[in-house]
């Protein structure tokens, strides 16, 4: 589903991302875990081209994009929309409920009728747990119910690959549990999903690749019970010691 050869991105002088090369499957999980500055948002975002990468080449479901030279608008929108992206902010409209949230991109972006868009945008939110909160606007709706609102509105636009960056990070501790569910659900319906995560008993339990980065490289990859139990690597040891 993604290949990802010699993926490169300088912010001037700095040099986040040194060269990432990276398969992953249809269906399958990988989450992406490392300390603070390694790299893993902005190789996020360079998937869906929120950060145009300065150097390599992405491929999303058989679409090709190199960075050796620029990119016309049209490509990057056409291949945006292979990924559906949820942030650490939930960024919904707060003049709209979250139903109407959840129909904005189809309606707009793909001119999918009303209807058909409302129809699709309920079955959504029940499947988040949200069917009872359809009307309520975000300022009625918690962290967490603002958070699934949003993993609803990335579905509605029927992406090929979900990205998450650290959808966690903003909510309170009892908040996490609905979230993690929402993305578990996805997750066993077979949806290919790229997580960065401090979440480690999700990376745990639903991963099926952790990839450890520093210092805008991958160190170290493996299944969970690789990395969290045999790491190879002093450096992710000496990481994992630190947050568990």
């Given at each position: 589903?993604?290949?990802?050869?010699?993926?490169?991105?300088?912010?001037?002088?700095?040099?986040?991302?040194?060269?990432?090369?990276?398969?992953?499957?249809?269906?399958?999980?990988?989450?992406?875990?490392?300390?603070?500055?390694?790299?893993?948002?902005?190789?996020?975002?360079?998937?869906?081209?929120?950060?145009?990468?300065?150097?390599?080449?992405?491929?999303?479901?058989?679409?090709?994009?190199?960075?050796?030279?620029?990119?016309?608008?049209?490509?990057?929108?056409?291949?945006?929309?292979?990924?559906?992206?949820?942030?650490?902010?939930?960024?919904?409209?707060?003049?709209?409920?979250?139903?109407e949230n959840v129909m904005?991109?189809?309606?707009?972006?793909?001119?999918?009728?009303?209807?058909?868009?409302?129809?699709?945008?309920?079955s959504l939110l029940q499947?988040?747990?949200?069917?009872?909160?359809?009307?309520?606007?975000?300022?009625?709706?918690?962290?967490?119910?603002?958070?699934?609102?949003?993993?609803?509105?990335?579905?509605?636009?029927?992406?090929?690959?979900?990205?998450?960056?650290?959808?966690?990070?903003?909510?309170?501790?009892?908040?996490?549990?609905?979230?993690?569910?929402?993305?578990?659900?996805?997750?066993?319906?077979?949806?290919?999903?790229?997580?960065?995560?401090?979440?480690?008993?999700?990376?745990?339990?639903?991963?099926?690749?952790?990839?450890?980065?520093?210092?805008?490289?991958?160190?170290?990859?493996?299944?969970?019970?690789?990395?969290?139990?045999?790491?190879?690597?002093?450096?992710?040891?000496?990481?994992?010691?630190?947050?568990q």
């Amino acid at each position: 589903m993604i290949n990802i050869t010699n993926l490169h991105k300088s912010f001037d002088d700095l040099h986040v991302l040194r060269g990432i090369d990276l398969n992953i499957e249809q269906g399958k999980v990988v989450v992406l875990i490392g300390p603070s500055g390694s790299g893993k948002t902005t190789f996020l975002r360079c998937l869906n081209l929120l950060e145009l990468p300065t150097n390599g080449k992405i491929i999303i479901d058989n679409q090709e994009v190199s960075f050796e030279k620029n990119l016309p608008k049209q490509k990057i929108t056409s291949f945006r929309s292979l990924t559906g992206m949820v942030f650490q902010s939930y960024n919904l409209f707060p003049h709209k409920t979250a139903l109407e949230n959840v129909m904005e991109g189809p309606v707009i972006v793909k001119g999918v009728p009303k209807q058909k868009a409302k129809e699709r945008a309920v079955s959504l939110l029940q499947k988040v747990g949200l069917g009872d909160k359809v009307n309520f606007y975000p300022f009625q709706l918690s962290g967490g119910q603002q958070q699934r609102v949003g993993i609803a509105r990335a579905m509605a636009m029927d992406p090929k690959v979900m990205l998450f960056d650290e959808p966690t990070s903003a909510l309170d501790p009892e908040l996490v549990g609905d979230v993690l569910k929402a993305m578990k659900d996805l997750a066993k319906e077979g949806m290919t999903m790229v997580v960065v995560t401090h979440e480690m008993r999700f990376a745990r339990e639903v991963a099926d690749e952790v990839i450890f980065m520093d210092q805008g490289v991958i160190m170290e990859r493996g299944t969970p019970e690789e990395i969290f139990q045999k790491p190879k690597e002093e450096r992710t040891r000496r990481f994992l010691n630190m947050i568990q």
